[in-house]
């Protein structure tokens, strides 16, 4: 039923594109097919042959998502519905009152932005479709086969880097009476980096610095920085 987003997949080298977690296991698969819960066959069908699917990443999201356990809420009319999915800006779902046993269901989305109700499928396997088609169109011919592609391999220069990074060390050694955090970074290579980047992640937000060591980071040497 979904050959083609398979054939799609494996064209696509760029790492991340698309994660899903693949054919359910043993013991979920069971579960699934055992529920009681009426869901649509195309979505059956989906999720166990790939589990949670994210596609089409861009920066840090996906512009399709499914997912392999509904959400059951309600709308804003307080009619039950499944949530099964959503895009970058609207969430997909299937109205209870129109679930019917072994048959495909009318698929629905909440447009964020417009804060509207619309049908926008007959089913799922249409839906799933459509979506990807739509993402499809916002890549030209050319950024589609550099995805497809996927990155250059790294130069023995980028590949020497990866092996200095993998010596690099850093701790944090205190914090300051101001709040700020005191860490310190140790270079245990033997190649000096114009500069490196550290992340910090705390409770409430992370930060990512890119720390220039003055005359780089020399092997052997430590630096001390400061963040609050």
Known sequence: MFEWLVDEMMKVHTRKFYRVDGPLRIDNRELVERSELPIPPSYKSFILQFGNASLYR???LYRVQVFASPCADETE????????????DTFAYFKESLIVLDAESPVFEWHYEEEVEKQTANGFEEW?????????????????QEIEKGPPAFSDHE???VEARRKFRWRIVGIGNSGDIR???CNGSEMVLPFLSI???GRMRSFDD????????????????TRR
């Open 183 to 185: 860490f310190e970074v």
């Open 210 to 225: 890119a720390l220039d060591g003055g005359y780089g980071f020399p092997s052997g040497q430590c630096f001390q920085g």
């Open 77 to 88: 009319d307080g009619e039950p519905r499944l949530c099964f999915g959503r895009t970058e």
């Open 128 to 144: 799933i479709r459509r979506q990807c088609a739509r993402v499809r169109k916002y890549y030209t011919k050319k950024e589609w």
């Open 199 to 201: 992340g910090i992640r």
């Open 58 to 60: 861009i920066g840090d």
């Open 159 to 161: 590949k020497r880097i």
